[in-house]
């Protein structure tokens, strides 16, 4: 089992910044793949980024010029950084981990989720 606990989300002004975080405990060797999904207001939730354990990222095209996924394997956490952000980033963020070595963006590939943090852009 893995356990995710998300944080970092908030209130912040069209062209400000967020950090989230997500702290993996449990059994950490089923998150050598982590993903960042979101789930906005009347939307499906879709992915934003993904980073392997080796720190290989990818990111969906909407988000890529102003996200940036890392991780500190020696703290089990995960962070996405997000800047400029825009009215319609606002969702719930979600991060989720994979066994896989491979990492994709896409929902199915993720066996474990955290509950998600609110982040409000306002314009």
């Known amino acids: 089992q893995v356990q995710l606990v998300e944080s970092g989300g908030g209130k912040v002004q069209a062209g400000g910044s967020l950090r989230l975080s997500c702290v993996i405990s449990g059994n950490t060797y089923s998150s050598n793949c982590m993903g960042w999904f979101r789930q906005g207001p009347g939307k499906e939730r879709e992915g934003v980024a993904a980073i392997s354990r080796a720190g290989k990222s990818v990111y969906d095209d909407y988000v890529k010029d102003r996200f940036a996924v890392s991780r500190d394997n020696a703290k089990n956490t995960v962070y996405l950084q997000m800047n400029n952000l825009k009215p319609e980033d606002t969702a719930v963020y979600y991060c989720?981990?994979?066994?896989?070595?491979?990492?994709?963006?896409?929902?199915?590939?993720?066996?474990?989720w955290g509950r998600g943090t609110q982040v409000t852009v306002s314009s």
């Open positions: 989720a981990a994979s066994p896989s070595g491979d990492c994709i963006i896409y929902a199915d590939w993720y066996t474990y």
